[in-house]
């Protein structure tokens, strides 16, 4: 299938729209990336002038698209088989495999390039570096070949707040570290959870997700595992530097939810999810989203708190 796929795929396209080029990019997953690179940027203790977050923050991105342009064009053979994948442009045939690649390393060169020279080349580095994780590291080692996939992969997806927190400061600290920790633990329950209800999508794509491999069982057993490995990151992120009283607020309470969703799906019994459509699980998924948001937007708020000199410890 895969090899059929990928000579169809590569004749075909030409024709695509704005609109499939910019879906290329997976602007959804970038939103996320801007967003948490943003806020990485802003709540550090360096300020940056607003033409160089503002063009930062830009090329970020579009290593961010980059990377979705990677992953398509590698994963086009088992996004045509998966339901919530097939009208991607490249297993539509509105854009040649061949095209999602050359988007894909023309915006790889691009961004890091200026990024660079907008910022500081550790940022530069870095974004470099999260490209390649995703594109070479997860997209076409890990994905097809362990269920620790989306453990490892999770990586690429927690860089940015550290990339931001790089163009700030030209450096590292145990701030940025614990908002990558808080994505990097944040993924894991975050999919699987998706998984829990996607599963048919993956088994036909022969993509080693946790729910094929191990069933769904393991993976509540997994999700609730990696939550309560989750809650202490999250919670003490609220005693560095970045957090404060409103931080870890909202940190114990957003803990303490996604611990008891994470044990509901754990002691669910299959028969009853699967009769009631996997709600639970899916309302699991979409508070994972609004979780990581709050958590990120609290950070904001503490750092808006200190530029009025009433934020902080």
């Known amino acids: 299938m895969s090899d059929t796929f990928h000579q169809h795929a590569q004749t075909q396209g030409g024709e695509g729209s704005f609109g499939d080029y910019l879906a290329l990019l997976k602007p959804r997953v970038m939103s996320l990336v801007v967003f948490t690179a943003l806020v990485g940027l802003l709540v550090a203790p360096v300020p940056v002038h607003p033409f160089i977050a503002f063009t930062s923050i830009l090329f970020i991105a579009l290593g961010g698209g980059a990377s979705g342009a990677l992953n398509m064009w590698w ?161 003490g992120a609220g005693f560095t530097s970045i957090g404060g009283p409103v931080y870890l607020a909202a940190a114990v309470v957003l803990n303490l939810l996604f611990v008891l969703g994470a044990v509901d799906l754990w002691r669910r019994n299959e028969q009853v999810a699967e009769a009631d459509g996997y709600r639970a699980e899916k309302r699991f998924f979409s508070f994972s989203l609004l979780y990581l948001f709050l958590h990120f937007s609290a950070f904001l708020a503490e750092a808006a708190l200190r530029s009025f000199g009433m934020g902080g410890w």
């Open 75 to 235: 994963d086009s053979d088992i996004d045509a088989v998966m339901k919530r994948t097939a009208n991607r442009p490249v297993p539509s045939g509105r854009v040649a495999r061949g095209e999602a690649l050359g988007v894909g390393l023309a915006l790889s060169g691009l961004s890091v390039m200026m990024l660079g020279l907008a910022a500081n080349w550790l940022a530069a580095g870095l974004l470099a570096f999260t490209i390649f994780f995703y594109a070479v590291i997860y997209t076409i080692w890990l994905k097809r070949t362990t269920p620790q996939n989306i453990v490892i992969g999770g990586a690429a997806g927690a860089f940015p707040p550290m990339i931001g927190w790089a163009v700030a400061t030209g450096g590292v600290s145990v701030e940025s570290v614990l908002m990558f920790l808080i994505v990097f633990m944040w993924t894991p329950p975050h999919f699987w959870a998706l998984a829990l209800f996607m599963n048919s999508d993956y088994d036909r794509a022969g993509v080693p997700m946790l729910t094929v491999t191990h069933g769904r069982k393991s993976t509540r057993a997994h999700i609730l595992v990696y939550t309560l490995l989750l809650a202490p990151v999250a919670i």
